[in-house]
Nanobody, 122 residues
Framework: QVQLVESGGGSVQAGGSLTLSCAAS????????MGWFRQAPGQSREGVAYIRDYGSTGYADSVKGRFTISKDNAKDTLLLQMASLKPEDTAMYYC????????????????WGQGTQVTVSS
């Protein structure tokens, strides 16, 4: 069973940058399809970005051009580099994984981290 632990959240001013990390264990990391999701208070969980086992990526329109997802297979770590942050990016960010197909739909994933908070002030 895959275990996921996020880190790197924090508070930043609008226009700033943050990098989130997700350490994975319990499965061959290079074979995982992984994604980042976020949930703001009172809103449903939103897919932010995904990366498939062979490296193909996809992004929500709201973050395209500002966020970059990547996998470090040597460190079993998923990254989300976030730049030009906006107040509307404020949310709890979750890492997710599955040993198969994935996209921005949370239904594809069967392993989730506990989340890390990102707060962007104007």
């Amino acid at each position: 069973q895959v275990q996921l632990v996020e880190s790197g959240g924090g508070s930043v001013q609008a226009g700033g940058s943050l990098t989130l990390s997700c350490a994975a264990s319990g499965y061959t990391f290079s074979k995982l399809c992984m994604g980042w999701f976020r949930q703001a208070p009172g809103q449903s969980r939103e897919g932010v970005a995904y990366i498939r086992d062979y490296g193909s990526t996809g992004y929500a329109d709201s973050v395209k051009g500002r966020f970059t997802i990547s996998k470090d297979n040597a460190k079993d770590t998923l990254l989300l580099q976030m730049a030009s942050l906006k107040p509307e990016d404020t949310a709890m960010y979750y890492c997710a994984a599955v040993s198969g197909y994935c996209n921005l739909n949370s239904a594809f994933y069967n392993a989730w981290g506990q989340g890390t908070q990102v707060t962007v002030s104007s």
